[in-house]
């Protein structure tokens, strides 16, 4: 369990429709991050939260939107979902790794399937 | 100038075997490389680390080359076992602030360890 937990593990849904994913960050770990993950396009960065408040966006879509709550835990939001949204989703948060840097500790990612 | 380079796509090594993957980057500003381990249906683990300002950073049996003037970077596994099969992922970030910035992932490397 390496403490970032995410849910549902699976989710399979019909085009358009809308979706929630959630994600609870390491305890004492302020930014939560969203990636995308598909066989053809590898790890994709979506959009960062540092304690509440957007950091940074990468290749999100429109219809794909974000939030990180006073709990810190975040939430990601797909809606007008298409076919091509399926794809793992993981979300990371930091992490002190040993040497002084900071890792990224993901979780076990939620599997999403638009049919 | 933001993307990581990775290759080879996939490598196959017999046991006791050295498997080599490398990165290249672009962009002069990142300042953190780490290297990730996936294994099917889990999240993606830090494996290990390097900044910079050092060459080289051993950790067991994994070693991180980096040479910054041809801006590459390199992960060497000695004696690569069995369980050492998994997809592996070169990353490089900017840190800004307090909070690290988004790692850029390359596009994995899938190692299979035959015995």
Known sequence: DSGVTQTPKHLITATGQRVTLRCSPRSGDLSVYWYQQSLDQGLQFLIQYYNGEERAKGNILERFSAQQFPDLHSELNLSSLELGDSALYFCASTARYRGGFYGYTFGSGTRLTVV | ?115
């Open chain 2, 1 to 115: 100038q933001q993307q990581v380079k990775q290759s080879p796509q996939s490598l196959i090594v017999q046991k006791g075997g050295i498997s080599i993957i490398n990165c290249a980057y672009e962009n002069t500003a990142f300042d953190y490389f780490p290297w990730y381990q996936q294994f099917p249906g889990k999240g993606p683990a830090l494996l290990i680390a390097i900044r910079p300002d050092v060459s080289e950073k051993k950790e067991g049996r994994f070693t991180i080359s980096f040479n910054k003037s041809a801006k590459q970077f390199s992960l060497h596994i000695m004696d690569s076992q069995p369980g050492d099969s998994a997809t592996y992922f070169c990353a490089a970030s900017l840190n800004y602030g307090g909070s690290q910035g988004n790692l850029i992932f390359g596009k994995g490397t899938k190692l299979s360890v035959k015995p």
